[in-house]
């Protein structure tokens, strides 16, 4: 199974929600977890009224009693239309729990996620990157999103030794939204490949944060289409392409993907989060294999 990253390096451009969205989109014969390891986290469990004591934190308690034997079940909770999640705490609440430290956590990610395919919401990066630098290295892509602005660009630019030392060519960029920018601006400043261009629906947002009805237009969505060719593009990485041995596979797999997934619309993505009800929804031939969305009724 695999393990992937995604975060940002300036403001909220989405990483959350769009975390939630690609799990959302997964494909139907492959089990995927959200985990909010964001060191800010909790937001899941503040907006669904879910539990902060199971997830992450329990889960990084029950591997530090024993490590080898840990599992995702006990620790998941459900969003409301079934997306599983390990929902994150806050800073304060693991200083509470019993001196689990973000250490703990992502030894613990890392252990589950080889019995399922787990995209890690990192939140905002804060270089040296300490609080996250195991899922870096151990993820099999990272993408991290930034907003298309000279000023987004330009932290990328100012981190892009660091994050290349800890992900290799197993980085791109996400950009959120449509702006001075554009994806070869962004490649040829940073060095770093854009990997996809992230729409703006408010409307779809709206009802993926549970403010607004109407499944079907989420399902319809830019959004929603945007978040699919990531899923698809993660979920096609070989196991053995995450194996320290055998790195170029990913990378060759990641390449090929990035021309359909940079064709997303773009357009700015709020800050909100995913769920619900489930709806098939059928991939053109030779895309691979059904995936399934979870949106809100």
């Known amino acids: 199974m695999s393990l992937f990253a995604l975060a940002s390096l300036k403001g909220a451009p989405g990483t959350t929600t769009l975390a939630c969205l690609v799990a959302a989109t997964w494909p139907l014969d492959r089990r995927v977890v959200v985990a909010e390891c964001d060191p800010w986290g909790g937001d899941l469990a503040a907006r669904f009224e879910l539990s902060t004591t199971?997830?992450?934190?329990?889960?990084?308690?029950?591997?530090?009693?024993?490590?080898?034997?840990?599992?995702?079940?006990?620790?998941?909770?459900?969003?409301?239309?079934?997306?599983?999640?390990?929902?994150?705490?806050?800073?304060?609440?693991?200083?509470?729990?019993q001196s689990v430290t973000r250490a703990n956590v992502n030894q613990a990610v890392v252990t589950i996620a080889r019995s399922l395919d787990l995209v890690a919401d990192l939140g905002r990066l804060a270089a040296p990157y300490e609080e996250c630098g195991q899922l870096l290295r151990e993820a099999q892509a990272v993408g991290v999103l930034i907003g298309p602005d000279e000023a987004s660009v330009a932290h990328v630019v100012d981190q892009r030794e660091l994050l290349i030392d800890l992900c290799g060519?197993?980085?791109?960029?996400?950009?959120?939204?449509?702006?001075?920018?554009?994806?070869?601006?962004?490649?040829?400043?940073?060095?770093?490949?854009?990997?996809?261009?992230?729409?703006?629906?408010?409307?779809?947002?709206?009802?993926?944060?549970?403010?607004?009805?109407?499944?079907?237009?989420?399902?319809?969505?830019v959004l929603v289409k945007s978040a699919?060719?990531?899923?698809?593009?993660?979920?096609?990485?070989?196991?053995?392409?995450?194996?320290?041995?055998?790195?170029?596979?990913?990378r060759d797999m990641q390449g090929s993907q990035s021309d359909r997934t940079s064709n997303a619309q773009r357009v700015d993505e709020p800050n909100v989060t995913s769920t619900t009800s489930r709806t098939n929804q059928a991939i053109p031939n030779g895309q691979g294999p059904p995936t399934t969305l979870k949106v809100l009724p």
């Open 54 to 97: 199971r997830g992450c934190l329990s889960l990084a308690t029950a591997a530090r009693r024993d490590p080898d034997s840990v599992v995702a079940d006990p620790h998941v909770q459900r969003l409301p239309g079934g997306l599983e999640v390990l929902v994150g705490g806050s800073s304060s609440e693991m200083t509470l729990a």
């Open 169 to 221: 060519e197993r980085i791109s960029l996400m950009i959120v939204g449509r702006g001075a920018c554009r994806p070869r601006d962004v490649e040829s400043m940073t060095g770093i490949r854009v990997s996809a261009e992230i729409p703006n629906d408010p409307a779809a947002a709206a009802v993926a944060s549970g403010t607004s009805s109407g499944a079907r237009r989420l399902a319809r969505s």
């Open 228 to 250: 699919r060719r990531i899923a698809d593009s993660f979920a096609s990485f070989d196991n053995s392409s995450s194996s320290r041995t055998d790195r170029k596979a990913g």
